[in-house]
């Protein structure tokens, strides 16, 4: 009942930016905490970034200060803008929301199926 696509990675050059989207498409009541995670090759998943439906942010320690999460509730769509990549950015990103599906009570945790960010150096 619920879809999640991301978009917007790419290559891109130590220092420069990118901007991921995830849209969450389907039938649901309510999209209530949304986040990004990353895994590179060999590595565990982690988590970058969360925003809840308010608007409260929280970040991994090694992307404070250079990315920023946001959403649109109204397109229910989350966002994060990445400045000043570094090379150790390199991974597939996925986007995660908790959806209260139509027809449900309680939410369930959905994943996209991840964009590639690639940063040279």
């Known amino acids: 009942q619920v879809r999640l696509v991301e978009s917007g990675g790419g290559l891109v050059q130590a220092g420069g930016s990118l901007r991921l989207s995830c849209a969450a498409s389907g039938r649901f009541v309510s999209i209530n905490s949304m986040g990004w995670y990353r895994q590179a090759p060999g590595k565990q998943r982690e988590l970058v970034a969360t925003?809840?439906?308010?608007?409260?942010?929280n970040y991994a320690d090694s992307v404070k200060g250079r990315f920023t999460i946001s959403r649109d509730n109204a397109e229910n769509t989350v966002y994060l803008q990445m400045n000043r990549l570094k090379p150790e950015d390199t991974a597939v990103y996925l986007c995660?929301?908790?959806?209260?599906?139509?027809?449900?009570?309680?939410?369930?945790?959905?994943w996209g199926q991840g964009t590639q960010v690639t940063v040279s150096s």
């Open positions: 995660n929301a908790y959806v209260i599906p139509t027809g449900r009570i309680s939410s369930s945790a959905y």
């Open positions: 925003i809840t439906s308010l608007g409260y942010t």
